[in-house]
């Protein structure tokens, strides 16, 4: 399995699973598998209605097609990155700097997909096989890449663990964040450790501090704020 090293805004090294190009066209298989669905759906629908005798072919053509146009760009953005298929093979869009791509970025994957993938079948895979990133011309334009999904499976007993019965958070705050920015806070935080490098954990936890509005205590390292973080978030997310 190909792996990428993504390298943040902050200049910290993070190393993701790159999507297999079998995950990759099995998700636009039951992207297809899904449109398929609502638009039989859709059409079954309209059939009982009068709405086909009050548009001409044109007009009713440009309205089925919108959904099938809107899907991609669209859906992916507001879902963190994934399609209906790509969420079912645990596959996600982001950008080569691990964060979440703009509108825009999805808007040219569509329109490249459109010519590579539509117009001329089998250009996208063509170019994926010969990609170190394994990128499609719609990824390099728009700078991302397709990485497995390893949120859930990642998230080990340093988040997940055992908190006492009397334990009480001091951040609360915390809860603005979700699995995935734990995950990544974690993933810089071991890094750090292993290399020793302070400047990492400070810039994090400056990072940290700005987003959550909060103040690390002046008698606390760097490591245990970032620890008393995850073991907060750890509280609320089996709480709540």
Known sequence: M????????????IEQNLAG?????????????FLGLFYYLLLLIL???????????????????LPYFLYYPLFQYWNN???????????RIVKTDN??????????????????????????LIVMLFSDKKQRLGDLAANTVVVKDQILASLDRSIF??????????????????????????????????????KIL???????????????PKDWSYSKFIDQIIKDYNYYARHF
């Open 2 to 13: 190909g792996k990428i090293q993504l390298q943040t805004a902050q200049n910290i090294i």
């Open 202 to 216: 400070k810039a994090l936890v400056h990072k940290i501090e700005k987003i959550l509005q909060i103040e690390k």
């Open 99 to 124: 964060s979440h791509p703009r509108l825009g970025d999805f808007l040219i994957r569509w329109v490249l997909r459109l010519f590579e993938v539509n117009m001329i079948p089998g250009l996208a």
């Open 21 to 33: 190009i079998r995950q990759r066209i099995l998700a636009v298989i039951l992207d297809m598998l």
């Open 81 to 91: 990155g994934q399609s209906f298929g790509k969420q079912i093979m645990r596959i």
């Open 161 to 198: 663990e055992e908190l006492s019965q009397d334990y009480q958070p001091v951040f609360p705050s915390v809860k603005q964040f979700n699995d995935r920015d734990i995950q990544k806070i974690k993933t810089i935080l071991q890094e750090a450790r292993v290399k020793e490098n302070k």
């Open 47 to 65: 059939s009982k209605t009068a709405f086909f005798n009050k548009f001409s072919v044109w007009s009713f053509m440009s309205v089925l097609m």
